[in-house]
């Protein structure tokens, strides 16, 4: 499977844990979007990487998240201190740098925090 | 602040009905639109437009864009209950660095 994988695909966590999760774009894909996404709502952007460089952070993205892409290839996003508003679904997309082209997302990392 | 609003929320109709869906959007550096297709899990690509007034088609979907005026549409003719799903639109905004900007999506249903 060449697609975009996530893992876990689902997560369900008590109140306070920190939780983390994986996302392996397409091989070739220079850049990586994280979205957060609730019941009834479109992908709210959260943060964007080019290659290993975290250009842009959405203001949604609280001090409790970190987000990194170490050797500009997977991606990791940490939730620390949870709390029962992060649960969402987690959509991790990668793209191509060059040209105009679509985002392909992974099956998403379902979070319940309880 | 930029936005995208799709219109209608949601919409339930009759297999073989043919439906429009809605796309408007105000992005401060507008580089493409595009329309997905989620049913469970994850948003899959229906189409991607750049250039107003050339329709693109697939199948029983198309789509063209109206960059004057600012706005997409989506076409389905004679629906399938496989129709059924959530249908996105996201526009790529280039203030900044590039990211996709979604609507709140259209829940399609198609009864048998």
């Known amino acids: 499977d060449t697609g975009v994988s996530q893992d876990p695909r689902h997560k369900i966590t008590k109140r306070g844990q920190n939780v983390t999760f994986r996302c392996d774009p397409i091989s070739e894909h220079n850049r990586l979007y994280w979205y957060r996404q609730t019941l009834g709502q479109g992908p709210e952007f959260l943060t964007y990487f080019q290659n290993e460089a975290q250009l842009e952070k959405s203001r949604l993205l609280s001090d409790r998240f970190s987000a990194e892409r170490p050797k500009g290839s997977f991606s990791t996003l940490e939730i620390q201190r949870t709390e029962q508003g992060d649960s969402a679904m987690y959509l991790c997309?990668?793209?191509?740098?060059?040209?105009?082209?679509?985002?392909?997302f992974g099956q998403g990392t379902r979070l319940t925090v309880v | 602040e930029d936005k995208v609003v799709q219109s209608p929320l949601s919409l339930v109709v009759h297999e073989g009905d043919t439906v429009t869906l809605n796309c408007s959007y105000e992005?401060?550096?507008?580089?493409?639109l595009l329309w997905y297709k989620q049913e469970k899990k994850a948003p899959t690509f229906l189409f991607m437009l750049t250039s107003s007034g050339i329709e693109k088609k697939s199948g029983r979907l198309s789509s063209i864009l109206d960059k004057k005026e600012l706005f997409s549409i989506l076409n389905i003719t004679a629906t399938q209950t496989g129709d059924s799903a959530i249908y996105l639109c996201?526009?790529?905004?280039?203030?900044?660095?590039?990211?996709?900007?979604f609507g709140t999506g259209t829940r399609l249903k198609v009864l048998a």
């Open positions: 992005v401060t550096n507008f580089r493409s």
């Open positions: 997309a990668s793209s191509l740098l060059q040209g105009v082209t679509e985002a392909f």
């Open positions: 996201a526009v790529e905004d280039l203030s900044g660095t590039y990211k996709y900007i």
